[in-house]
């Protein structure tokens, strides 16, 4: 038999769901409004962090002092966890977005991070869109004929501070330990300095270190000149990693 009617018992957390909810939202509005500010948003999560623990707080004692089975307390119990988890989650990331685009808007954020994308990550799986975006043709060419390939099997693209600037085609042997870098091509244009091998040369030992491969093998780099640049990179960059250590 199906049962038409929700108690309040079972109708409660989603309600309070929903009222936490539209409470952030018109906070969020407000706070969307001021001038962007760290110091707001941290005390913004802050108070709705409390505000959201009371609401799903308190259904959760009603529980218990109505239901006295285990089975039931185990039950209520992770509702108003997981409500109030995911009330957490859905302000951080909604008031954290929003004053990071604001503040990319404004010119205010500079991209710091260096790191090779898997092919399916979504900067580069829309093709059109990260050409349009980045001015970067990528195409996934492991379908592709090898006499056909233009850059190689699976290559990694190369997000460089907020640019993509190459790709990478390697392999990992894990049995020898090395990680092969059978091309690196660099895209045109690409002004080539210390500080710009430096964070490739990182970006891929991590990748290496990742595959368990502690030798990385440069095989080929187009332009040819940075390959020696890149090799100078990656021993400086596992000579640091191993004094840090």
Same mark, same amino acid.
């Given at each position: 038999m199906v049962q038409r009617q929700m108690s309040i018992e079972q109708a409660a957390p989603w309600l309070v769901s929903s009222v936490s909810g539209l409470y952030i939202m018109a906070r969020a509005r407000h706070l969307s409004l001021s001038e962007a500010s760290d110091a707001k948003l941290a005390q913004f999560l802050f108070r709705q962090s409390d505000v959201v623990l009371i609401l799903c707080g /308190?259904?959760? $004692?009603?529980?218990?002092?109505?239901?006295?089975?285990?089975?039931?307390?185990?039950?209520? &119990?992770?509702?108003?966890?997981?409500?109030?988890?995911?009330?957490?989650?859905?302000?951080?990331?909604?008031?954290?977005? &929003?004053?990071?685009?604001? +503040?990319?808007?404004? &010119?205010? $954020?500079?991209?710091?991070?260096?790191? $090779? $994308?898997?092919?399916?990550?979504?900067?580069?799986?829309?093709?059109?869109?990260?050409?349009?975006?980045? &001015?970067?043709?990528?195409?996934?060419? /492991?379908?592709?004929?090898?006499? +056909?390939r233009r850059y190689g099997y699976f290559t990694l693209p190369i997000l460089r501070r907020g640019a993509l600037v190459g790709r990478i085609d390697a392999k990992a042997h894990r049995r020898d330990g090395v990680f092969e870098i059978k091309s690196v091509e660099l895209e045109p244009g690409v002004r080539v300095s210390a500080r710009f091998c430096a964070d490739i040369a990182q970006a891929i030992l991590r990748c290496a270190r990742w595959h368990q491969c502690p030798e990385v093998l440069l095989t080929r780099a187009v332009p040819a000149s940075f390959g020696p640049q890149l090799e100078a990179a990656l021993g400086q960059a596992g000579l640091d990693a191993s004094v840090a250590a």
């Open positions: /308190c259904p959760a $004692l009603w529980y218990f002092a109505h239901n006295r089975q285990a089975g039931n307390e185990m039950l209520y &119990g992770a509702q108003a966890r997981a409500i109030h988890q995911l009330r957490q989650v859905f302000t951080a990331l909604m008031i954290g977005t &929003g004053l990071l685009a604001r +503040k990319a808007a404004a &010119g205010e $954020l500079a991209a710091s991070v260096t790191s $090779l $994308l898997s092919p399916f990550d979504p900067i580069v799986w829309d093709r059109r869109r990260a050409l349009e975006l980045f &001015g970067f043709d990528y195409r996934l060419e /492991c379908y592709t004929p090898a006499a +056909k």
